[in-house]
């Protein structure tokens, strides 16, 4: 199944009402699964919805003239989380995805915010996997910039 940009704003209009938008045991519930986890007060949720062995890829833009791929293990990232106290959140409109088998894969611009308040946007590539224990967000990659930049990554929400 391949979604293209033309159902993102349907996909925007589902997951705007109540509860989640997508059967769990499917790439866009897994997708949902990990936003919910993200926001959750209950900072031990993301490891239900993430692979542990994983990687995650971050395109550090936030510094002008001084790009960077910082690239962290899941594990190691999942122990810092679980120890966070900010109320954060992530908005992303899911533009493609594409599902071949247990392979799933979700692309498109996000902002994320903490205490309410945006502190980056860009572009997340989730690479989403089917598991015995259904599917899961295995490696991710995403750039990240600033605010100020939001619109240029296309998350033009952030500032209306």
């Not at 493609?96 to 309410?116: A, Q, T, W």
């Not at 490696?139 to 939001?150: A, I, L, Q, R, W």
Request: proline residues 5%.
């Amino acid at each position: 199944m391949v979604f293209t940009p033309q159902l993102a704003q349907a996909q925007e209009d589902a997951q705007s009402s109540e509860g989640p938008a997508y059967p769990r045991d499917s790439v866009l519930g897994a997708a949902d699964a990990f936003f919910e986890a993200l926001a959750s007060a209950d900072k031990t949720a993301l490891a239900d919805v993430m692979i542990r062995e994983a990687t995650i890829f971050v395109h550090n833009r936030m510094e002008l003239g001084n790009p960077r791929v910082d690239i962290v293990p899941v594990a190691d990232h999942l122990a810092r989380w679980a120890r966070g106290t900010r109320n954060v959140s992530e908005k992303m409109v899911y533009e493609r995805v594409y599902e071949n088998g247990d392979l799933g894969i979700v692309e498109g611009p996000y902002s994320f915010s903490v205490e309410g308040e945006v502190t980056h946007c860009g572009v997340n590539i989730l690479n989403i996997v089917k598991t015995d224990e259904g599917w899961k967000v295995g490696n991710t990659s995403f750039t990240m910039v600033p605010p100020d930049m939001c619109d240029i990554v296309g998350a033009n929400w952030v500032g209306q």
